[in-house]
Structure formats: structure tokens, C-alpha cells
């Protein structure tokens, strides 16, 4: 996780003042993460017993195998919690990232498995790409040259890394069904005058209100649940302290895992299926990992090894001290084991926790569905930056009702806390399977450890999973097919827009203009160049769309500077300010035609703060004296065709001095275009600005400093350049239309021309994910025949 950095910051501190800041940062961020990561992990102690017994072993309910079942929990959570996750799997954060994402673009950069468009070699010098030791260990090369050869490989790997974030999203559907559902059966236990009905409408009003919830943001949510589940874990840690004092001392001899296997010789196959009651005690693990962008990999190891995994094991510790005195109680285990005096705080208080449970995965969701967008997979969804000072802590409104809605849907349509917990179970171990596979290629190729060493933690983890997810898939009849029904629809989703936009950049990619026929025309392109800046949006990295052309063909005037504009994910988490735009030229100087890509990362949010035109500008004349006096970016306009491109750092920019920079406030006709004589134009103008007065913008005016010894052609260029922005700036875009070849299979225009088409007309446009103002859209209808 990321910290935005704080202004006026000393640079000298104490390092026992920085230990102590960092301390209690960690402590802070450790409480936030009870409310909105252990939710659902800290309350499966209310089904786990339940759910191993009722079923197979119902003819296996003997004090042996709940001491057995016990034993099994214990090292279930001993070594995938505990051992995997917060011992390993943290510490391959992707620069304070986590999640199946973060593990597949640690792979990424270091070796070319990406499938990203419009990637550069100037992407690599990122200091967020970087992250990690570099070099390549030579055991890992035959397979790593084998992974960059074969696409269909790079591709498998993709659709694995969908696939886990398919059945994240598909736990963030069926978290906040399983536990408002066996909350509110705790109630009906309590009050046998409620109908099953009742109790579905009370259950369905709680849905609403946690989904309604989420607009506040993490942090917020976070502080408001945390109390919740603390007082839950303490209350259920000195329960089964009581439970364990008094009714079975010996169950401490269960820590032995010689009680697994007389388990197994006693239940035989029965056993084996009632692993999926064992697999709910760890549901919820992943948001460990999935969530880490929101907290610290120290604040969830704090969390986790000193509070959580003792508070669990001692509850179900207890849990089965009781059982194993009071076997008629199992299918009531927990609500059984509870003291007769504490009964109804505690009921209250469980009943809270397992509505908090829900909170873990629908933030998960959140980051997985915006991850998916940046890797081009996700269409276009609105994302709230929630935080101001904790990078990461997104919502998302679109994704958060479709949740909603599908989750109101699960419970009214099941109704069945056992069909809803074993398509959980199938959806938690999937994503638990697939995260050791990515980890053991991240041993390899980030971390360069021994192949023998990555072979072993693969084998050693899948052969407990396996286990686990085999015992899961038994279940697909009886439930575990709503879990598999809900990854193939998001599925779909993505491989349909994934598809659709490589076919479309591809397009683009063998449609450019030549950059020789723009020669051909000269610096006026053939028609009125008129002041005035043109901002050219593509998906194209390098060269001209085809797009320029029929602006250029149908056009009778273009503005004098152009600007190409190239937005794009780069395989990190975050891009910083200052190495965000990369500016080049195209074609000779006198042309005045310049290209801007602007990278973010995976996990940046494009925020709306109107201040990117005056960035670019800035830019654009640092690029202009850079290139003066640097030799490697100037040369012979006769060969300068599409030019090498800089990093420009916004903070250099903000220190030149060679612009002037003034700011006043823009109002009404103040903020409209300044060269226009148009008095039509200046009253729609300010018309917009008092409909939208949230878009008002200070004005920036920029002036060239005097007696700077400059060239005369560069003074001449960043004055033209000046003069564009003060007559206004325009945002060029094309409106696309995807369809597929008459020639193309039926398979590929259904996905094209119903899919694809579908999916494009109900997200966000592209102007409006990338904060364009609609007062100065220009758009141009084009067809993309792929």
C-alpha cells in the first residue's frame, strides 16, 4: 500500500521517532483491518462443526472424530492462513499490493508474459516497475524462454489469472448470501414465532443496507465494524477458554496430527467428503492477501498471528471440548456451547459479526474488477478514490448494485445455508489453488529462487488443496454449480471485451497513417491550420490513427498545434506524477505535432482535478528546450519522422523558468475560448459553467519569460504553442463502431456484433472515464471492420 506523500515534510527525522510513527501506523491500520478483512474467517466458527457432522458422518459422531475434526481444523489453519498466506504470500506484494493480479504482474515484468497493448521498452525504467530483485537465475531460463515463445501459453496463464479473480467476484455474491442468511437462522432459533419469510424479508433489508454501506468507503466502514469483530474474537476466545477448562481439558492432546489420521481410518470416504465442511473454516483467507492494498503486510501479520489464529484455534478448541461431552448437540454446536448467563450478548454479537463478514470480499471485489479494467479485461466502470491519504481504498457504484442484486437473488433463490456454503467452498479453494500456482512461478521468476524449491511449495500446498478442492467438487450438485455458474458469466464478460478491444487495437495497429503521405503534405497537412490545440485520443503508442485521416480528408481547418494522446495501463500498481507522461514528436518541427502517452498503473484512479491540460502544456515546453540542448533527442528534421520520446517530471516542470505561470479564477465567459469571435459560443460556455459549477477551473495563463538565450526557433515554437492555449483546446475522439468481417465465423459475430457491441453500449464512454469535458468533445464516427 501506498501513502501519498505529505507537503512540507521534514527530511531529517529521528529513527526512533520514524519506528514509532511506522509502529503506530501499523497498529491503526491493524485495527481498520478487523472490520474489513477477518469478518468472514472470524466468524465460520459458527457453522464449521455443523457442517463437517450433518451429512456423511452422521453415522461417524463419536468423541474420536471430533477430536479428529478438530485436529484437521487446527492444521487447516496452521498452515494455509497462517504458513502460506501471512508467512509467505505477503511478502510478494506487488510494490504494497496484493491479490492474484498483483502476483501476475510481478510475473509480467520480469519476463514477457504480458498481453497488454502499446507496451515500451521506456515502461521498463519505471521506478514501480523495477520492484524486486533483477536478473534472471539460470535454472528458471529454459522455462521462462519457453512461456515468452508460445502465446497460447502466455494466454493460459491470462485466463488462469481471470479465472481466480472470476470466483473472487463470484465470493463477493455468495460471502454476504451465507452469512446474513445463518445470522438471521440464529434468530429464528431464538424466536420460533418467526416464519421462514419473515425472516428472508430480514435478511433481505440487512443485504440492502450493507451494499448501501459501501459509498462511505473502506476506512470508514472499516472504523465503524472494526469494534464488532474484536469483541467477537475476545468473546468467542474466552468461551472456548470456559468450554475447555470444563468439559474436556484433554482436547489439547488433539493439537497431535496422529488424531487425523485415526479420523480418516475411522470415517474412510465419508471423511474425505466432509472436508468441505473442514475447507469453511478458512473461507475468507484470500481477502488476507486480495485486501492489502487497503492496509500494510505488517498491520495484517499483527492482525492475524497475534490475535485472530489464537482467538480461532481456542474457540474450536473449546467448541469440541464441549462436543465431545454433548454429542446430541452438533447440529446447535455453537449456540450449544455458549454459557447460559452470556447467551443473548453473545447471540447479538454474532449476529453483527456475520453481517461485518460480508464486508472482506465485497472489497476484494472491488479491487479485482478495477485491476481487471487496467489489464484491459473489465469494461469501462466508475471508480471512487475513497481515501485521500490511503492509496487503494476504491468503491465501485456500478459493480456494487450488480453484487447487490445478484446476492438478493442467491438468498431468495436458495434459501439453504448448506447449497450456498458448498458453491463457497468451491469458489475459496479455487482461488487458493490457483494463488500457489502463481506464487510457485513468482518464486522462480521474481524472488530467482531454485526451481526445486518452487516445485516443493507447489507440490506440498496443491497436495493439501487438492484435497480439499476434490472433496469441494463432490459438492457441484448440491450447490457447489452456482459458484461455477457465476465464474463462467464473468467469465464471459471478460474474454468477450477482452477480445473485442485487442481486435479493435489490432485495427488500429495495421491501419496507420503513413507518416510519409503527412510529409507529403507539408507542415500545413494541406488545409487551414487554425489557432488552437486539437488533443487526438488513440490506443495507439506509436504512429498516427487512421482516424487523422478522415479528419484531414473531410476537414477544412485543423488546429495549428496537435497533440496525440495516448492513455495506457502499464503492469504496476502505481505510476508516480512525476514519470507520467512520456512526450515526443512527430514529423519535423515546423508541423507542430507532438505525442503525450500518460501511463497509470493498475491501481491508480484517473482523478478529474482540471489540471491536465496546463501538465501538458508544461510538458510539451519542457519537451521543446530539452530537445534543443540534449543531442539524443534532436536530429535532422529531414529524417525525424516520429521522434524519440522523454520522461517528463512534473516537478521539473514546475521549477523551470522558462513560462511564466498566473492563476485567476474562471467564471462564466472568462473560461471560454479566448480567440472566439463567436458570441453564440461564449454564451454556451458560460451556460455550461453555471450548469456544472463542480467543473469551474482556475485559469491558467502562460507567458514566455524575456531575456531567456534561447534559439529563435524554439522562442518561435513555445509561442506558437502558447498562443494554441490561450485560443482554446480541443478533445478529439472517435466514435467507434466494432463489427465483425462478413467473412468472420458466426462464433466470432456473435461475440463481436452482440457481445462486444452490447458490453460497449451499456459501460462508460471512453470521454467520460477519461474526464473529458463535453463542452469540448469533438467526435468522429468511424467503423472498425475486424
Known sequence: ???????????????????????????????????????????????????????????HQTPDAIFGAFSLIFWTLTLIPLLKYVFILLSADDNGEGGTFA????????????????????D?????????????????????????????????????????????IGDGVLTPAISVLSSVSGLQAAEHKLTNGEVLLFACVILVGLFALQHCGTHRVAFMFAPIVIIWLISIFAIGVYNTIRWNPKIVSAFSPHYIIKFFHETGKDGWISLGGVLLAITGTEAMFADLGHFTASSIRLAFAFFVYPCLVVQYMGQAAFLSKNIDNISQSFYASIPEKVFWPVFIIATLAAIVASQAII?????????CHALGCFPRVKVVHTSRHIYGQIYVPEINWILMILTLSVAIGFQDITVIGNAYG???????????????????????????????????????EGIYLSSALMKVPQGGWVSLVL??????????????????????????????????????????????????????????????????????AFHNVLVFVCVKSVPVPFVAPEERFLI???????????????RYGYKDIQRDDGNFENQLIRSIAEFIQMEAVEPQFSSSENTSFDGRMAVISTRSVESSSSLIISEEEA????????????LTLQSLRSAYDDENPQVRRRQVRFQLSAGLGMDSSVREELLDLIQAKEAGVAYIMGHSYVKARRSSSYLKKLVIDIGYSFLRKNCRGPAVALNIPHISLIEVGMIYYV
Open 426 to 464: 468451491l469458489a475459496c479453494m479455487t482461488v487458493m489453488f490457483i494463488t500457489t500456482f502463481l506464487m510457485a512461478l513468482v518464486i522462480i521468476f521474481v524472488w530467482q529462487r531454485s526451481f526445486l524449491l518452487a516445485a516443493g511449495f507447489l507440490l506440498f500446498f496443491w497436495f493439501i
Open 124 to 168: 521498463e525504467e519505471l521506478s514501480a516497475y523495477k520492484y524486486g530483485p533483477s536478473g534472471v537465475s539460470p535454472s528458471s531460463l529454459p522455462l521462462k524462454r519457453f512461456l515468452e515463445k508460445h502465446k497460447k501459453s502466455r494466454t493460459a496463464l491470462l485466463i488462469v489469472v481471470l479465472l481466480g479473480a472470476c470466483m473472487v
Open 103 to 122: 502476483l501476475y504482474s510481478l510475473l509480467c515484468r520480469h519476463a514477457k508474459f504480458s498481453l497488454l497493448p502499446n507496451q515500451q521498452a521506456a
Open 584 to 598: 515526443g514528436r512527430i514529423c519535423p518541427r515546423p508541423y507542430r505535432m507532438y505525442r503525450c502517452i500518460v
Open 363 to 371: 472489497t476484494a471485489t472491488f479491487s479485482i474488477v478495477k485491476q
Open 487 to 556: 465464474s463462467f458469466i464473468f467469465m464471459a464478460i471478460m474474454f468477450i471485451w477482452h477480445y473485442g478491444t485487442r481486435k479493435k487495437y489490432n485495427f488500429d495497429l495495421h491501419n496507420k497513417v503513413s507518416l510519409k503521405w503527412l510529409l507529403g503534405l507539408g507542415p500545413s497537412l494541406g488545409i487551414v491550420r487554425v489557432p488552437g490545440i486539437g488533443l487526438v485520443y488513440s490506443e495507439l503508442a506509436t504512429g498516427v490513427p487512421a482516424i487523422f485521416s478522415h479528419f484531414v480528408t473531410n476537414l477544412p
Open 1 to 59: 500500500m501506498q501513502m501519498e506523500p505529505e507537503s512540507g515534510a521534514s527530511t531529517s527525522r529521528n529513527p526512533s521517532q520514524v519506528s514509532w510513527r511506522n509502529l503506530s501506523r501499523n497498529l491503526l491500520l491493524a485495527y481498520q483491518s478487523f472490520g474489513v478483512v477477518y469478518g468472514d474467517l472470524s466468524t465460520s466458527p459458527l457453522y464449521v462443526y455443523r457442517s463437517v457432522f450433518i451429512g456423511k458422518l452422521q453415522n
Open 667 to 678: 467564471s462564466g465567459a472568462a473560461n471560454s475560448i479566448q480567440s472566439s469571435k463567436s
